[in-house]
C-alpha cells in the first residue's frame, strides 16, 4: 500500500489487453546509439498485439527486429487513481500486403513527418498490468476495493 492510501492490484492479461485497446496513445521504449529512447505514438490493439503506424526512415527504424518495451496508461492525480500496462515484445515491419491494407482501412494516426506508410507490430511477450485505486473507491471492473479496516472476504 501506498502512503496516500492507494493500492496497486496485478491485473490479468486480459484485463489488461481490455484496458489498452481503450487507449490511442503510448509509449515506445527502444534502445538508439545504445541510449535508451522514447518515443510517443498513436497505437491500435490487433488481435492481441500493438499496432504502429510510421515513417520508417524515421526514429522508429532502428526498432524492426529489436526486442522494445510499449507502455500505456490512464491516471488520475486528483483521485490517485489509474492503470498502466507495460509489454515487451519484438518489434517487426508489417510486411503482408493483405494484412497492410487492411491495417490503413483502421484509419490508425502518426505523429512522424514522412509519409507514415508502414507498420509495425509489437506481439506481447511479458505483459504486466497494474491498476492503482484509492481505498473504498469502485474501479472500472466493478470491484469495490475494501478500506483499510474492512475485512477481505476470502
Same mark, same amino acid.
Not at 521504449?29 to 518515443?39: K, S
Not at 498485439?49 to 507502455?71: C, M, N, Q, W, Y
Not at 509495425?120 to 475494501?146: C, K, M, W
Given at each position: 500500500m501506498?502512503? /496516500?492510501?492507494?493500492?496497486?492490484?496485478?491485473?490479468?492479461?486480459?484485463? $489488461?489487453?481490455?484496458?489498452?485497446?481503450?487507449?490511442?496513445?503510448?509509449?515506445?521504449?527502444?534502445?538508439?546509439?545504445?541510449?535508451?529512447? *522514447?518515443?510517443?505514438?498513436?497505437?491500435?490493439?490487433? /488481435?492481441?498485439?500493438?499496432?504502429?503506424?510510421?515513417?520508417? $526512415?524515421? =526514429? +522508429?527504424?532502428?526498432?524492426?527486429?529489436? #526486442?522494445?518495451?510499449?507502455?500505456?496508461?490512464?491516471?488520475?492525480?486528483?483521485?490517485?487513481?489509474?492503470? =498502466?500496462?507495460?509489454? #515487451?515484445?519484438? =518489434?517487426?515491419?508489417?510486411?503482408d500486403?493483405?494484412?497492410?491494407?487492411?491495417?490503413?482501412?483502421i484509419?490508425?494516426? $502518426?505523429?512522424?513527418?514522412?509519409?507514415?506508410?508502414?507498420?509495425?507490430?509489437?506481439?506481447?511477450? +511479458?505483459? /504486466?498490468?497494474?491498476?492503482?485505486?484509492?481505498?473504498?473507491? *469502485? /474501479?472500472?471492473?466493478?470491484?469495490?476495493?475494501?478500506?483499510? $479496516?474492512?475485512? #477481505?472476504?476470502?
Amino acid at each position: 500500500m501506498h502512503p /496516500n492510501g492507494a493500492a496497486p492490484k496485478q491485473l490479468t492479461r486480459n484485463e $489488461s489487453l481490455r484496458l489498452l485497446a481503450t487507449e490511442d496513445t503510448g509509449r515506445i521504449i527502444f534502445t538508439r546509439r545504445a541510449m535508451p529512447a *522514447v518515443e510517443l505514438v498513436h497505437f491500435t490493439l490487433d /488481435n492481441g498485439d500493438i499496432v504502429i503506424k510510421t515513417d520508417l $526512415s524515421g =526514429s +522508429l527504424a532502428a526498432t524492426r527486429g529489436a #526486442v522494445v518495451a510499449f507502455e500505456a496508461d490512464r491516471l488520475d492525480a486528483t483521485d490517485q487513481a489509474g492503470w =498502466s500496462v507495460t509489454v #515487451v515484445g519484438c =518489434s517487426r515491419e508489417v510486411t503482408d500486403p493483405v494484412e497492410i491494407g487492411r491495417l490503413q482501412r483502421i484509419g490508425l494516426r $502518426s505523429w512522424t513527418a514522412g509519409e507514415p506508410a508502414h507498420f509495425l507490430r509489437i506481439s506481447p511477450e +511479458l505483459l /504486466n498490468g497494474q491498476r492503482l485505486y484509492a481505498h473504498g473507491e *469502485v /474501479n472500472d471492473f466493478g470491484t469495490r476495493h475494501p478500506a483499510e $479496516s474492512e475485512p #477481505v472476504d476470502a
